[in-house]
């Protein structure tokens, strides 16, 4: 995975360009999760900006930051066929992945004693929006034979991913440190894991 990389003078211009909106410069901009994710559903895109942004890489997925202010980032995500992240979390941020060309396919994992297996998968065609949890982990693939882009949009901006074993069967996954994200969200709630 290659991230390239726009200036950083033009992060908010690009983002404000591109979506139609300016992101939240303050954490307490952010009236909820929900708020973002509904601000994002509903940005106009600028397709010919978006066009010129576009990287795909035959060596793996693209990650571009787009813009990043203490209260969120958002981020350009390109895919070939047959490309997939690694099984990840996001070190303890929120937010919401929306396809804006294509087809990807999100594995989510869940712990089961001291390892994860997979727990649901969810197939996202042009214009779903998959929320993630700041204790999500899951990984993304695209299955299609085209490519596929996506808009990623993360609160507070993530500071880092962990990656998980997947040397192992992919059925389960070794954890290689704890987790300290703890999901804010009613209704769910992370395993405890075995001692």
Known sequence: MREPIIDQREHGAVAQA???WPLPEQTEDIVSMAWLVERLRSSRVDWGLLDKLVRFEPSGYTRQTI???TACELLLVSWLPGQASRVHDHGGSGGASWLVRGMLRETRFAWAGDRLVPEVIVGANEGDLLVEFPDTIHRIDNASRHGAVSLHLYAPPMQGMTPYDA??????LRPPRPLAAKREAPGRRRRPRAT
């Open 18 to 20: 591109l979506l139609g």
């Open 67 to 69: 813009a990043r202010t």
């Open 167 to 172: 040397s192992l069967a992919p059925e389960s």
